[in-house]
């Protein structure tokens, strides 16, 4: 417990249960002041367009390609590194982001095709107004990269907590004065805070900011290759999420605002459990990389404990989805309906979901990232074109976001199933 302590395991993991319960949170604020149709349909809409990009290009990529580069440097070569990969993103993101402004009126026909042109043009200056916030999270995540080199991580668990807490905040006080604006008023400050706390830290340790580019010159070696490697990793994830929008889209009215609320519910331990319990596994996983009798301990403990949160959770969610749901949300009628489809099926596969995350370990624990790319490419595409076929061939348009619950279910049980078969085998092969 002491070494999970001071390892920073506490900060974060109770910074992701906050985070996620301001989150619902705020899911509770859009309904309450847009109501459960079209106009909270349009917002999750408009977030995912830029939250794509963000994810796609910086989220899953920026640690992972920062910190292997800077943490074998000397002091002033880390301070030379750390300040040109800062003005890269700044530059190179801050570019996509503007482009992103100028077209965003085609990326509305991209992400959400199904609305009615009317409601795609509503989309378009929220979605303008996302992307700076996208903008400011990008630069926040190289401060908060060099934090968790240095094992600092009281602003990375403060950060995210004050962005969420920061939206809430602004559409509780402004929802009267900016109408829909206020969202995209409030995530922009939010994310603002977000760099905020983490430029403070930087600053008050007496750090500075260098005009290089591109310096050292041997920890940007093969920089290229890697960032795409990286980007090609995350791509079938938001592609999936981004077509279960869309597919939502050309479904009735309220069907994106349903399932975006059913699955972030439905998935609300994967962060918490699957993603925590990962993470302190991987460094153990790949310590014994060469010895399977201590990796099959550390993943029959990693998945025991899994299995042990995860269970109890998706029984009671699976028997109470429409109690949970009228309490957390108010939601009535055919829009609880939806939802409550959505959150049982999602929540049923919660344990298949928040195992995953420790089985890709395994593979990247021997530095083998491609299996764990195929097979999450490999069950997302399967998931996503049955989710396609149900909802907009098979299924009628009253009972069709079965089809996209179904597609989530699979893509969980499928892909951890998978995984489970690919584990074993790679483990037996290590014994024999």
Known sequence: MKKFLLSGGALLGGSAVLSKFLGLWRDRLFLDIFGA???????????????????????????????????????????????????????????????????????????????????????????????????????????????????????????????????????????????????????????????????NTFFVQQNKVEWVWKKPAEAWKKFTSDFVFRVTNNAAFQINQSADILIASFLAVGTVGAFSIGTNLGSVLLSIVGMSIANSAFPRLAQAKEDTQTQRKVLGSSLGWILFFTIPVAIVGAMFPE?????????????????????????????????????????????DAKTPMKITSFSLLIATGLAAVLALKVLPPESAIWGLAIGNFVASVLSAGIFGVMTWRKLQSKVQ
């Open 323 to 367: 109690i949970i749901l009228r309490i957390l949300f108010r939601l009535e009628g055919e829009s609880l309906q939806m939802a409550t489809i959505v959150f049982r099926m999602t929540v049923l596969s919660l344990p298949a979901m928040c195992v995953i995350p420790v089985l890709a370990r395994v593979f990247l624990a021997s530095g």
């Open 37 to 199: 149709g079209e106009k909270v349909d349009m917002i999750f809409a408009s977030f995912r367009i830029p939250d794509f990009f963000f994810f796609l290009l910086v989220g899953g990529t920026i640690s992972t390609l920062f910190l292997p580069r800077f943490t074998h440097l000397g002091e002033k070569e880390k301070s030379q590194f750390f300040s040109s990969f800062l003005w890269g993103v700044v530059v190179f993101f801050g570019i996509f982001c503007g482009l992103g402004v100028i077209f965003t009126e085609s990326l509305t026909g991209i992400f959400a095709g199904g609305f009615p042109a009317e409601l795609r043009a509503e989309m378009i200056p929220l979605s303008r107004m996302l992307f700076g916030s996208v903008f400011l999270l990008s630069v926040s995540s190289v401060f908060a990269a060099l934090h968790q080199s240095r094992h600092q991580f009281l602003s990375i668990a403060i950060a995210p907590v004050l962005y969420t807490g920061g939206i809430c905040a602004g559409l509780y006080f402004w929802r009267d004065t900016f109408g829909l604006f206020t969202v995209g008023i409030a995530a922009v400050s939010g994310a603002f805070v977000h760099l905020l706390v983490n430029m």
